[in-house]
């Protein structure tokens, strides 16, 4: 059981990167959303939402929540399709933008809903379990985050601490170059 549990390590590493830079995403474009919305006019669009979600009960909520990501999703098939007919920066141009706005629009609406939605005993507990995963997700990468920052900071003394303290000393003198 140990040595199966060391063979999927990585693997749950990697999840956890990916689950932390979803999160990392969410927690980054939600101000941006906030700036955007109060560029646009925008701030009159979320006012109104939010006073038609009171009104609604919190199962039509979760419908308000899920329906605007729906339309991103031909996006990232055409993405998708990009990438298979080998147009690399348009595809992942796309897949990016898809990603970025999908990720956006889900943090507005999230931020209007999340009252009514938490409102459901069930989402609520969806809610805290991904509250959860999260903090184990930092404590798994947390280690890994802090040897880099060893490494960087010249604390490490084995081959990959060297490349990263090169790659340190490379980026700061193309910095100080300009």
């Given at each position: 059981m140990g040595h199966m549990r060391r063979l999927l390590q990585p693997v749950w590493i990697l999840l956890a990167i990916i689950f932390l830079i979803e999160a990392w995403l969410w927690d980054h474009l939600e101000p941006i959303v906030?700036?955007?919305?109060a560029l646009i006019p925008l701030r009159p669009l979320k006012q109104w939402l939010a006073e038609r979600v009171d009104s609604l009960s919190?199962?039509?909520?979760?419908i308000v929540f899920i329906v605007p990501v729906i339309p991103l999703f031909?996006?990232?098939l055409v993405g998708l399709w990009l990438l298979t007919?080998?147009?690399?920066?348009?595809?992942i141009l796309t897949i990016i933008f898809a990603k970025f706005l999908g990720v956006g629009v889900a943090a507005f609406i999230f931020d209007v809903t999340r009252?009514?939605?938490?409102e459901m005993e069930w989402?609520?507990?969806?809610?805290?379990?991904?509250l959860a995963l999260r903090a184990k997700a930092d404590a798994l990468v947390d280690p890994i985050k802090r040897?880099?920052?060893?490494?960087?900071?010249?604390?490490?003394?084995g081959w990959s601490s060297r490349m990263l303290r090169l790659i340190q000393r490379f980026r700061k003198s193309v910095h100080e170059a300009r």
């Amino acid at each position: 059981m140990g040595h199966m549990r060391r063979l999927l390590q990585p693997v749950w590493i990697l999840l956890a990167i990916i689950f932390l830079i979803e999160a990392w995403l969410w927690d980054h474009l939600e101000p941006i959303v906030a700036r955007a919305v109060a560029l646009i006019p925008l701030r009159p669009l979320k006012q109104w939402l939010a006073e038609r979600v009171d009104s609604l009960s919190p199962a039509m909520t979760l419908i308000v929540f899920i329906v605007p990501v729906i339309p991103l999703f031909p996006l990232k098939l055409v993405g998708l399709w990009l990438l298979t007919h080998e147009y690399w920066m348009s595809a992942i141009l796309t897949i990016i933008f898809a990603k970025f706005l999908g990720v956006g629009v889900a943090a507005f609406i999230f931020d209007v809903t999340r009252p009514k939605l938490l409102e459901m005993e069930w989402f609520e507990t969806l809610y805290e379990f991904v509250l959860a995963l999260r903090a184990k997700a930092d404590a798994l990468v947390d280690p890994i985050k802090r040897r880099i920052k060893e490494a960087l900071n010249g604390a490490g003394d084995g081959w990959s601490s060297r490349m990263l303290r090169l790659i340190q000393r490379f980026r700061k003198s193309v910095h100080e170059a300009r």
